[in-house]
C-alpha cells in the first residue's frame, strides 16, 4: 500500500483535505460496466505475487495504488489520472462521477483511512472481487497486504478493521471497462534497438516522445495525463534510461524532486515524492541522472550546492550526500554520464566548469576547474555523455549565442570546438540536452524562438544539421529538454 505518514501530508497525494464534509454526503455513483468482474478474474490471478510485474516495482514499500491501477488497465479500463498513492482513486471517482459511500460493486476499488472516519487520510486501497446480496459482505484482492497481493474472504466491509490502514471509507468504480474481454497486451517492441526517449517542459507541464529505431518520430503526450500530477508543476527535469525503461526526474516549482518510471512497453508508473525516500532536500533548482548498470545515479542542485543520491536496483533510494561547492559561487548546472565504471560530474558555477568523478566503490576525486582545461569561460548551459571511455561535452556561451562541442577523453585530457557549423550563427538557445544512443551522440537544444532542435554525431564524427521537433501535443511555452537513449 502507499501508506501515507503524517510527517508526510504536505504530498499532494494526501487526501484528508479531499475528503472531508464532500464524503458525508455522497450518494451512490452509477453501476459500473457489466463487464467489471474481468477486474475480479484478473485481481486473484494474481493473488501471492510480489510488486515485480506492477509497473516494475518502482515503490517496493508502498504498491498497492500501482496493483489496482495496473488491474484496472488490464480489464480495459480507463486509468488516466491514476499514480502511485492511493489518494488518486479518490480523484479518479471525483472527476468521473464513479466514487460513493455505499453499495459496493465487484470491480470497484475500495479506499481504506488509518483513524476510522471519513474525514481521515486514504493510506490503502484495494479491488472488490465478490459482493453478497444485500451489499453488507465483501472480498477483496489488495496489493502489498503482507508484501504481497492478498486475498480476502467475506467480511462486513461497514465494521471491518484492515489491518495497517483502517476502516472503509468509499468505493470508485472504473470506467470505460469494456463489455467484452480486453485485446490481448501488445507485445513490447523486438530486442536489440535503441530509442531516444525526449521530454520537453513546457507550461509548466512535461511532455514526453519517442524517436523509433526507424528515426521516425512517435507523437508527444502529456506525462503527468499517465503518471499522475506533479503538484506546482514542472520546473525542470530529467532522464535516464535502464535497458528498455526511462527514468524520469521532475524538480517542482516548489523545489521537490518527484520520480516515474516508462516501462518499455510504454505503461508509466506514478510520479512518486523522492524526499519521501532519500530525505528531504529543499529549494532544488536543477537535476540530471544517468544508469549505472541497474542503478539510477541522480545528482541535483539545492540552495546552490550539489547532491548526491542513488535509487538502487530494489527501488530504495540512498540518502542525499552533499557532493560540494565548486568554485565558491552557487552552481547554475548539473550534468553527468557514465564512462565504463565511473560516473562523471560536471557543474556549473560562476559560468566556469567544474568536473567530479565517482568511482564504482563509491568514493570521489575531488572537483576540478576543467574550464582552465578547455580555455572556454563564460559558460551558460552545458550537457554530457558518455561514449565508451569518453565524456561528451554540449555547451552554450554567450548567453546561448555560441555553442561548443568537445569531449573529456579516457586520458584526462579535455578539447571544445565550434559548433556553429550544427546550429547555426543567430539561433539562441536557452536550453541543451545529450545522451548517447547507441553509440551516438543525440543533442537537443530549446530556442528562444519556441523550437526545439535535434541533431546526431555519428561514430565517425560527422553531424546532421540540427532540425526542428514535431512539437505537436506540446501545449504552453517551452523552457526544457531531456533526453536519454533506451535498448529493448
Not at 273 to 295: F, M
Request: charged share 15%.
Amino acid at each position: 500500500m502507499f501508506k501515507t505518514t503524517k510527517s508526510a501530508r504536505a504530498r499532494s497525494f494526501l487526501i484528508a483535505s479531499l475528503v472531508l464534509a464532500p464524503v458525508m454526503g455522497m450518494s451512490a455513483a452509477a453501476p459500473a460496466s457489466a463487464y467489471a468482474p474481468t477486474v475480479a478474474d484478473i485481481a486473484r490471478s494474481q493473488v501471492g505475487n510480489d510488486c515485480t510485474p506492477y509497473y516494475g516495482c518502482v515503490y517496493p514499500s508502498a504498491w498497492c495504488a500501482e496493483f489496482s491501477r495496473w488491474v484496472w488497465k488490464q480489464a480495459g479500463a480507463n486509468t488516466s489520472g491514476l499514480n502511485a498513492a492511493a489518494a488518486s482513486f479518490y480523484s479518479y471517482g471525483q472527476r468521473n462521477g464513479t466514487l460513493h459511500t455505499s453499495g459496493p460493486q465487484i470491480g470497484d476499488a475500495v479506499l481504506w483511512d488509518d483513524d476510522g472516519s471519513v474525514s481521515g487520510e486514504a493510506n490503502h486501497v484495494s479491488l472488490v472481487v465478490g459482493v453478497s446480496d444485500d451489499g453488507s459482505q465483501i472480498q477483496t484482492v489488495g496489493g502489498n497486504e503482507s508484501r504481497k497481493v492478498s486475498y480476502k474472504n467475506w467480511f462486513n466491509w461497514r465494521t471491518y478493521t484492515n489491518p495497517g490502514a483502517g476502516k472503509a471509507l468509499a468505493f470508485v468504480s472504473p470506467v470505460g471497462v469494456p463489455g467484452t474481454p480486453p485485446p490481448t497486451t501488445t507485445p513490447p517492441a523486438p530486442t536489440g534497438q535503441w530509442r531516444a526517449q525526449v521530454a520537453v517542459e513546457s507550461g509548466g507541464g512535461l511532455f514526453h516522445a519517442v524517436r523509433n529505431p526507424d528515426r521516425t518520430w512517435t507523437g508527444f503526450g502529456n506525462v503527468e495525463n499517465v503518471a499522475g500530477e506533479v503538484p506546482g508543476g514542472v520546473r525542470t527535469s530529467a532522464e535516464a534510461g535502464i535497458d528498455g525503461t526511462t527514468h524520469v526526474l521532475a524538480v517542482n516549482n516548489e523545489g521537490k524532486l518527484y520520480h516515474t518510471v516508462r516501462l518499455a512497453d510504454g505503461n508509466w508508473a506514478g510520479f512518486g515524492d523522492v524526499h519521501g525516500e532519500a530525505g528531504p532536500l529543499a529549494n532544488i533548482t536543477q537535476v540530471a541522472a544517468v544508469s549505472s548498470g541497474t542503478e539510477l545515479q541522480v545528482v541535483v542542485v539545492a540552495d546552490g550546492k550539489v547532491y548526491h543520491t542513488v535509487r538502487r536496483a530494489n527501488g530504495t533510494w540512498a540518502p542525499f550526500g552533499a557532493v560540494g561547492n565548486p568554485g565558491g559561487a552557487p552552481v547554475t548546472k548539473v550534468a553527468m554520464s557514465q564512462t565504463g565504471s565511473d560516473t562523471q560530474i560536471v557543474a556549473l558555477s560562476g559560468g566556469s566548469l567544474f568536473h567530479t568523478v565517482r568511482h564504482a566503490d563509491g568514493t570521489w576525486i575531488d572537483w576540478g576547474n576543467a574550464s582552465t582545461e578547455t580555455g572556454v569561460s563564460g559558460i551558460g548551459d552545458i550537457a554530457v555523455a558518455g561514449t565508451g571511455g569518453d565524456m561528451q561535452l554540449v555547451v552554450t556561451t554567450e548567453g546561448g549565442a555560441k555553442r561548443y562541442h568537445g569531449a573529456r577523453f579516457a586520458s584526462g585530457q579535455w578539447v571544445l570546438n565550434d559548433l556553429s557549423s550544427v546550429v547555426p550563427a543567430g539561433i539562441t538557445v536557452t536550453d541543451v540536452a545529450a545522451a548517447a544512443v547507441n553509440n551516438e551522440l543525440q543533442a537537443a537544444f530549446v530556442t528562444t524562438d519556441g523550437r526545439v532542435l535535434h541533431t546526431i554525431r555519428a561514430v565517425n564524427g560527422t553531424w546532421t544539421p540540427a532540425a526542428p521537433v514535431d512539437l505537436t501535443g506540446v501545449t504552453g511555452n517551452h523552457t526544457g529538454v531531456s533526453i536519454t537513449g533506451t535498448y529493448n
